[in-house]
């Protein structure tokens, strides 16, 4: 049987005092003197007293509690990204309530909508799919949000955001094989998250332009994973037989999880990497250094990215201004790139 829950009014009873005596004395109020308060914070400590958080909420019109939407929580860069939230969130005396979008705009909503309903503080979303056509749905909402690595290009002014730089990450992916000797390298991406996929496809396009470098269709592989929704690892291992057939010695893949894939197709197939083969990934996830070769990526600051995204949102929930970032990437080499052998 659950013992009953120690209210104010035990406290008032045991200590001889009036209820709201008890309330003012366990909320600092200076209306009691300090000999008081102490007693009664002693007092309500060794009665085992917890705080009624609903009460306090409704008094205090804040829950204390952040709302965050991730695509997957099955993610290794997501997992890192919640990392660098908390870590912020919880010296602030914020909790993190979690939840996951499966790169689902309905479900991204949805989610929001249910946080805004358990009247969460603010709202943290990454890799939404959120546009300007669904603004008038967030005004109604009127909750803090900040987006982190939005996938929409047409994002609306009212929400703040936290970016990685994907063009730069994509042509440092691409000049680090380029300086290694290839002059075929491919891309291997993904068709589910626009904004990114394309400015990394457009930064690979870039380097390989400034390097004078042909730039051939059949180098491009994107799967289409509207209706399969297959894993980023299954991406990388089905769709690494086009860009072999394309002949390419070099591939720079839209993210970790889609060049483990590929690297698990070279495995079955023979394919030595990086002697056959040289393969760069992106994000600089914990299992990229696991693999065998070691992964070389393009790494983002992944707690820095939650960090800074968690920081945003408690300095808009104080009214201070804030400005959206842009952070940048940076190279990691490892052994699955090599110089090109001829």
């Given at each position: 049987?659950?013992?009953?829950?120690?209210?104010?009014?035990?406290?008032?009873?045991?200590?001889?005092?009036?209820?709201?005596?008890?309330?003012?004395?366990?909320?600092?109020?200076?209306?009691?003197?300090?000999?008081?308060?102490?007693?009664?914070?002693?007092?309500?400590?060794e009665m085992n007293y917890v705080p009624n958080a609903i009460a306090q909420s409704l008094q205090?019109?804040?829950?204390?509690?952040?709302?965050?939407?991730?695509?997957?929580?099955?993610?290794?860069?997501?997992?890192?990204?919640?990392?660098?939230?908390?870590?912020?969130?919880?010296?602030?005396?914020?909790?993190?309530?979690?939840?996951?979008?499966?790169?689902?705009?309905?479900?991204?909503?949805?989610?929001?909508?249910?946080?805004?309903?358990?009247?969460?503080?603010?709202?943290?979303?990454?890799?939404?799919?959120?546009?300007?056509?669904?603004?008038?749905?967030?005004?109604?909402?009127?909750?803090?949000?900040?987006?982190?690595?939005?996938?929409?290009?047409?994002?609306?002014?009212?929400?703040?955001?936290?970016?990685?730089?994907?063009?730069?990450?994509?042509?440092?992916?691409?000049?680090?094989?380029?300086?290694?000797?290839?002059?075929?390298?491919?891309?291997?991406?993904?068709?589910?998250?626009?904004?990114?996929?394309?400015?990394?496809?457009?930064?690979?396009?870039?380097?390989?332009?400034?390097?004078?470098?042909?730039?051939?269709?059949?180098?491009?592989?994107?799967?289409?994973?509207?209706?399969?929704?297959?894993?980023?690892?299954?991406?990388?291992?089905?769709?690494?037989?086009?860009?072999?057939?394309?002949?390419?010695?070099?591939?720079?893949?839209?993210?970790?999880?889609?060049?483990?894939?590929?690297?698990?197709?070279?495995?079955?197939?023979?394919?030595?990497?990086?002697?056959?083969?040289?393969?760069?990934?992106?994000?600089?996830?914990?299992?990229?250094?696991?693999?065998?070769?070691?992964?070389?990526?393009?790494?983002?600051?992944?707690?820095?990215?939650?960090?800074?995204?968690?920081?945003?949102?408690?300095?808009?929930?104080?009214?201070?201004?804030?400005?959206?970032?842009?952070?940048?990437?940076?190279?990691?080499?490892?052994?699955?790139?090599?110089?090109?052998?001829?």
């Amino acid at each position: 049987m659950n013992k009953r829950r120690i209210s104010i009014e035990d406290i008032a009873r045991r200590a001889g005092v009036s209820h709201s005596t008890v309330s003012r004395a366990l909320r600092d109020n200076a209306l009691i003197s300090p000999k008081v308060r102490e007693e009664i914070k002693q007092l309500a400590q060794e009665m085992n007293y917890v705080p009624n958080a609903i009460a306090q909420s409704l008094q205090n019109k804040r829950t204390n509690t952040i709302g965050v939407v991730v695509t997957s929580i099955a993610d290794p860069f997501f997992a890192e990204v919640v990392d660098g939230i908390e870590q912020i969130a919880r010296p602030a005396g914020l909790s993190v309530l979690l939840s996951a979008s499966h790169r689902d705009l309905e479900q991204e909503i949805a989610a929001i909508d249910t946080f805004h309903r358990r009247r969460v503080d603010g709202i943290l979303v990454a890799d939404s799919r959120i546009s300007k056509q669904h603004t008038k749905q967030l005004t109604q909402i009127a909750v803090p949000t900040v987006l982190i690595n939005s996938q929409t290009e047409d994002q609306s002014e009212i929400l703040h955001s936290v970016a990685i730089d994907d063009r730069l990450g994509a042509r440092l992916a691409t000049e680090h094989l380029i300086s290694l000797g290839h002059t075929s390298i491919g891309y291997l991406g993904v068709s589910d998250r626009s904004r990114s996929n394309h400015q990394r496809l457009e930064g690979y396009k870039m380097a390989l332009a400034e390097a004078g470098l042909p730039q051939n269709p059949d180098w491009v592989a994107i799967s289409d994973e509207y209706d399969t929704r297959i894993s980023d690892v299954a991406t990388g291992q089905n769709m690494l037989s086009k860009l072999l057939i394309a002949e390419v010695t070099g591939i720079f893949c839209y993210n970790d999880m889609v060049a483990v894939g590929a690297l698990l197709a070279c495995q079955e197939l023979g394919i030595l990497v990086p002697r056959n083969l040289s393969l760069v990934g992106f994000d600089g996830i914990a299992l990229g250094s696991y693999v065998t070769p070691a992964l070389t990526t393009v790494s983002q600051p992944m707690l820095e990215i939650g960090g800074y995204a968690m920081q945003m949102l408690i300095d808009l929930l104080a009214d201070k201004a804030v400005e959206n970032r842009v952070l940048s990437p940076f190279l990691v080499e490892r052994g699955s790139s090599a110089r090109l052998i001829k």
